[in-house]
Protein backbone atom coordinates (compact mmCIF):
# COMPACT_ATOMS: atom_id res chain seq x y z
CA UNK A 1 0.00 0.00 0.00
CA UNK A 2 1.50 3.45 -0.99
CA UNK A 3 2.26 5.88 1.96
CA UNK A 4 -0.27 9.24 1.95
CA UNK A 5 2.88 11.42 0.84
CA UNK A 6 2.82 9.55 -2.07
CA UNK A 7 -0.84 9.25 -2.85
CA UNK A 8 -0.51 13.31 -2.10
CA UNK A 9 1.77 13.88 -4.76
CA UNK A 10 -0.17 11.64 -7.64
CA UNK A 11 -3.10 13.39 -6.73
CA UNK A 12 -1.79 17.27 -7.86
CA UNK A 13 -0.89 16.77 -11.63
CA UNK A 14 -4.08 15.24 -12.07
CA UNK A 15 -6.10 17.93 -10.48
CA UNK A 16 -6.13 19.40 -14.25
CA UNK A 17 -7.92 16.83 -16.07
CA UNK A 18 -10.56 14.47 -16.79
CA UNK A 19 -12.90 12.43 -14.81
CA UNK A 20 -10.28 12.88 -11.83
CA UNK A 21 -10.78 16.58 -11.96
CA UNK A 22 -14.81 16.62 -12.25
CA UNK A 23 -14.83 13.98 -9.26
CA UNK A 24 -12.70 16.21 -6.43
CA UNK A 25 -13.95 19.26 -7.37
CA UNK A 26 -17.41 18.84 -7.50
CA UNK A 27 -17.56 19.16 -3.32
CA UNK A 28 -16.07 22.66 -3.44
CA UNK A 29 -15.26 22.20 -0.24
CA UNK A 30 -12.45 24.11 1.41
CA UNK A 31 -11.29 23.36 5.29
CA UNK A 32 -8.16 23.79 7.79
CA UNK A 33 -7.89 20.93 10.41
CA UNK A 34 -5.93 21.60 13.46
CA UNK A 35 -4.29 18.87 15.26
CA UNK A 36 -3.37 19.86 18.89
CA UNK A 37 -0.99 17.15 20.06
CA UNK A 38 0.69 16.84 23.39
CA UNK A 39 3.11 14.23 23.78
CA UNK A 40 1.33 11.76 21.27
CA UNK A 41 3.99 9.98 19.57
CA UNK A 42 2.46 7.15 19.15
CA UNK A 43 -0.71 8.60 18.18
CA UNK A 44 0.10 11.29 15.83
CA UNK A 45 0.67 9.52 12.76
CA UNK A 46 -2.36 7.70 12.86
CA UNK A 47 -4.18 10.78 13.36
CA UNK A 48 -3.18 12.49 10.50
CA UNK A 49 -3.31 8.89 8.19
CA UNK A 50 -7.23 8.53 9.43
CA UNK A 51 -7.85 12.42 8.24
CA UNK A 52 -6.17 11.85 4.75
CA UNK A 53 -8.42 8.71 4.10
CA UNK A 54 -11.46 10.70 5.24
CA UNK A 55 -10.66 13.79 3.23
CA UNK A 56 -9.70 11.78 0.22
CA UNK A 57 -13.00 9.48 0.89
CA UNK A 58 -15.25 13.04 1.26
CA UNK A 59 -13.26 14.01 -2.15
CA UNK A 60 -12.07 17.20 -0.14
CA UNK A 61 -8.82 18.18 -2.27
CA UNK A 62 -8.48 22.33 -0.93
CA UNK A 63 -7.35 21.43 2.30
CA UNK A 64 -4.41 22.06 5.16
CA UNK A 65 -3.52 20.49 8.47
CA UNK A 66 -2.03 22.63 10.96
CA UNK A 67 -0.20 20.30 14.11
CA UNK A 68 0.13 22.21 16.91
CA UNK A 69 3.16 20.41 19.16
CA UNK A 70 2.28 21.89 22.35
CA UNK A 71 5.97 21.19 24.14
CA UNK A 72 5.70 17.65 24.00
CA UNK A 73 8.50 15.99 25.94
CA UNK A 74 8.66 12.78 23.95
CA UNK A 75 8.83 12.60 19.52
CA UNK A 76 5.60 14.13 18.83
CA UNK A 77 7.30 16.98 17.72
CA UNK A 78 9.89 15.13 15.19
CA UNK A 79 7.15 13.18 13.98
CA UNK A 80 5.24 16.30 13.26
CA UNK A 81 8.09 17.66 11.57
CA UNK A 82 8.72 14.61 8.96
CA UNK A 83 4.97 14.47 8.65
CA UNK A 84 5.30 18.10 7.11
CA UNK A 85 8.30 17.23 4.88
CA UNK A 86 5.86 14.48 3.33
CA UNK A 87 2.67 16.20 2.75
CA UNK A 88 3.06 19.72 1.85
CA UNK A 89 -0.49 20.39 2.78
CA UNK A 90 0.66 19.95 6.75
CA UNK A 91 2.51 22.81 8.64
CA UNK A 92 3.83 22.52 12.57
CA UNK A 93 3.71 24.93 15.24
CA UNK A 94 5.54 24.63 17.92
CA UNK A 95 4.52 25.55 21.14
CA UNK A 96 7.82 27.13 23.66
CA UNK A 97 5.65 25.82 27.11
CA UNK A 98 2.61 23.98 27.10
CA UNK A 99 -0.20 26.17 26.19
CA UNK A 100 -3.53 23.75 26.22
CA UNK A 101 -6.45 22.45 23.86
CA UNK A 102 -7.92 25.79 23.77
CA UNK A 103 -5.41 28.41 23.09
CA UNK A 104 -3.76 26.05 20.33
CA UNK A 105 -7.39 26.06 18.79
CA UNK A 106 -8.22 29.49 19.25
CA UNK A 107 -4.73 30.60 17.12
CA UNK A 108 -5.30 27.55 14.98
CA UNK A 109 -8.56 29.31 13.77
CA UNK A 110 -6.34 32.61 13.25
CA UNK A 111 -3.96 30.70 11.15
CA UNK A 112 -6.19 29.08 9.15
CA UNK A 113 -6.36 29.41 5.27
CA UNK A 114 -9.51 28.10 4.17
CA UNK A 115 -12.90 28.25 3.67
CA UNK A 116 -14.02 26.20 6.65
CA UNK A 117 -11.60 25.73 9.99
CA UNK A 118 -12.10 22.96 12.66
CA UNK A 119 -10.12 20.71 14.89
CA UNK A 120 -9.40 16.89 15.34
CA UNK A 121 -7.40 15.72 18.68
CA UNK A 122 -4.00 14.06 18.11
CA UNK A 123 -4.95 11.46 20.40
CA UNK A 124 -6.57 8.84 17.51
CA UNK A 125 -9.76 8.69 19.09
CA UNK A 126 -11.94 10.11 16.60
CA UNK A 127 -13.76 7.79 14.94
CA UNK A 128 -13.72 7.81 10.85
CA UNK A 129 -17.06 7.66 10.65
CA UNK A 130 -17.63 11.33 12.62
CA UNK A 131 -15.25 12.74 10.29
CA UNK A 132 -16.93 11.51 7.31
CA UNK A 133 -20.14 13.15 8.48
CA UNK A 134 -18.25 16.23 9.64
CA UNK A 135 -16.83 16.42 6.31
CA UNK A 136 -20.16 15.99 4.44
CA UNK A 137 -21.53 18.61 6.16
CA UNK A 138 -19.31 21.12 5.09
CA UNK A 139 -20.81 23.81 3.14
CA UNK A 140 -24.55 23.02 4.42
CA UNK A 141 -24.64 25.43 6.91
CA UNK A 142 -21.85 28.46 8.99
CA UNK A 143 -21.41 25.90 11.70
CA UNK A 144 -21.02 22.03 11.52
CA UNK A 145 -21.55 21.05 15.21
CA UNK A 146 -21.37 17.09 16.39
CA UNK A 147 -22.90 15.33 18.98
CA UNK A 148 -22.43 12.64 20.71
CA UNK A 149 -24.80 9.72 19.46
CA UNK A 150 -23.65 7.14 21.86
CA UNK A 151 -23.38 8.75 25.47
CA UNK A 152 -24.19 5.75 27.25
CA UNK A 153 -20.22 4.46 26.50
CA UNK A 154 -19.50 7.61 28.66
CA UNK A 155 -19.56 7.55 33.09
CA UNK A 156 -23.38 7.65 34.32
CA UNK A 157 -21.83 11.19 36.42
CA UNK A 158 -20.42 12.43 32.93
CA UNK A 159 -23.55 11.64 31.32
CA UNK A 160 -25.56 13.60 34.04
CA UNK A 161 -23.30 16.64 34.09
CA UNK A 162 -23.62 17.01 30.43
CA UNK A 163 -26.39 16.86 29.83
CA UNK A 164 -27.10 19.47 32.93
CA UNK A 165 -24.24 21.79 30.71
CA UNK A 166 -26.20 22.14 27.68
CA UNK A 167 -29.69 22.32 29.36
CA UNK A 168 -28.49 25.59 31.24
CA UNK A 169 -26.81 26.73 28.40
CA UNK A 170 -29.49 26.25 26.30
CA UNK A 171 -31.58 27.89 29.03
CA UNK A 172 -29.54 30.86 29.68
CA UNK A 173 -28.78 31.97 25.93
CA UNK A 174 -32.46 30.76 24.40
CA UNK A 175 -30.57 28.05 21.75
CA UNK A 176 -31.54 24.43 20.92
CA UNK A 177 -28.22 22.61 20.39
CA UNK A 178 -27.59 19.53 21.67
CA UNK A 179 -23.71 19.64 22.66
CA UNK A 180 -21.57 22.56 22.95
CA UNK A 181 -18.00 20.68 23.42
CA UNK A 182 -17.56 18.81 20.43
CA UNK A 183 -15.33 19.02 16.95
CA UNK A 184 -17.20 22.01 15.81
CA UNK A 185 -16.02 23.12 11.99
CA UNK A 186 -16.64 27.28 11.40
CA UNK A 187 -16.51 29.51 8.48
CA UNK A 188 -13.37 30.71 8.72
CA UNK A 189 -14.49 34.38 8.41
CA UNK A 190 -16.66 33.94 10.97
CA UNK A 191 -14.88 32.59 13.56
CA UNK A 192 -11.89 34.97 13.15
CA UNK A 193 -14.11 37.56 14.32
CA UNK A 194 -15.10 36.01 17.67
CA UNK A 195 -13.18 37.54 20.65
CA UNK A 196 -12.15 34.45 22.74
CA UNK A 197 -12.11 35.00 26.57
CA UNK A 198 -10.94 32.04 27.74
CA UNK A 199 -8.44 28.81 27.07
CA UNK A 200 -10.29 26.52 29.50
CA UNK A 201 -13.19 24.23 28.75
CA UNK A 202 -15.38 26.79 27.86
CA UNK A 203 -13.63 28.15 24.93
CA UNK A 204 -16.22 25.71 22.43
CA UNK A 205 -19.21 27.22 24.43
CA UNK A 206 -18.24 30.69 24.10
CA UNK A 207 -17.65 30.53 20.30
CA UNK A 208 -20.89 28.84 19.37
CA UNK A 209 -23.07 31.40 22.11
CA UNK A 210 -21.30 34.20 20.24
CA UNK A 211 -22.05 33.04 16.88
CA UNK A 212 -25.31 31.38 17.12
CA UNK A 213 -26.44 35.02 18.66
CA UNK A 214 -25.34 37.00 16.18
CA UNK A 215 -26.87 34.80 13.63
CA UNK A 216 -25.13 32.36 12.25
CA UNK A 217 -26.67 29.09 11.23
CA UNK A 218 -26.07 25.53 12.24
CA UNK A 219 -25.98 21.82 11.23
CA UNK A 220 -25.96 19.19 13.86
CA UNK A 221 -24.46 15.56 12.67
CA UNK A 222 -23.57 12.48 15.31
CA UNK A 223 -20.45 11.67 16.27
CA UNK A 224 -19.86 8.17 17.45
CA UNK A 225 -17.38 8.65 20.94
CA UNK A 226 -14.85 5.81 21.23
CA UNK A 227 -14.16 4.73 25.07
CA UNK A 228 -11.15 6.20 26.23
CA UNK A 229 -8.07 3.91 26.39
CA UNK A 230 -6.27 6.36 28.69
CA UNK A 231 -7.64 7.86 32.79
CA UNK A 232 -10.90 10.06 32.74
CA UNK A 233 -11.18 13.40 31.63
CA UNK A 234 -9.71 16.16 33.48
CA UNK A 235 -13.09 18.28 32.47
CA UNK A 236 -14.54 17.61 35.88
CA UNK A 237 -11.84 18.66 38.09
CA UNK A 238 -12.94 21.13 40.39
CA UNK A 239 -10.65 24.23 38.92
CA UNK A 240 -11.64 23.67 35.58
CA UNK A 241 -15.23 23.83 36.20
CA UNK A 242 -14.14 26.80 38.47
CA UNK A 243 -13.13 28.36 35.13
CA UNK A 244 -16.24 27.12 33.48
CA UNK A 245 -18.72 28.54 35.55
CA UNK A 246 -16.48 32.08 35.58
CA UNK A 247 -16.61 32.01 31.55
CA UNK A 248 -20.30 31.37 31.84
CA UNK A 249 -21.66 34.72 33.81
CA UNK A 250 -19.07 36.85 31.71
CA UNK A 251 -20.54 35.38 28.86
CA UNK A 252 -24.27 35.81 29.63
CA UNK A 253 -23.49 39.56 31.03
CA UNK A 254 -21.80 40.10 27.16
CA UNK A 255 -24.13 38.46 25.13
CA UNK A 256 -27.62 38.71 27.37
CA UNK A 257 -27.07 41.78 29.50
CA UNK A 258 -25.25 44.30 27.04
CA UNK A 259 -26.21 42.41 24.31
CA UNK A 260 -22.70 42.49 22.30
CA UNK A 261 -23.00 40.66 18.98
CA UNK A 262 -20.26 39.72 16.45
CA UNK A 263 -20.55 41.58 12.86
CA UNK A 264 -20.74 38.86 10.44
CA UNK A 265 -20.69 40.22 7.71
Known sequence: MKKWSEKIKEYQPALRCGFFYIRMTRMNKSVSI???????????????????????????????????????TDKTGEIADKLAKQISQIRVIHNPKNMNLGFNIARGFQLAIKEYVGFVPGDNETAPEALDNIFQAI?????????????????????????TYVMIINTAFGLKIRYYNGMCYFKTAMVKKVK?????????????????????????????NRVRERGATKAFRLKNIVSVFKTFLTLFWEVQILKKRVILL
Do not use: C, H
Open 34 to 72: IVPAYNEEAKLKPTVDSILERLENNMVSDFEIIIFDDAS
Open 196 to 224: VSTNGFAYMTEILVKLLKSGANFIEVPMI
Open 139 to 163: GKADIVAPFIQNPEVRPWGRRFLSR
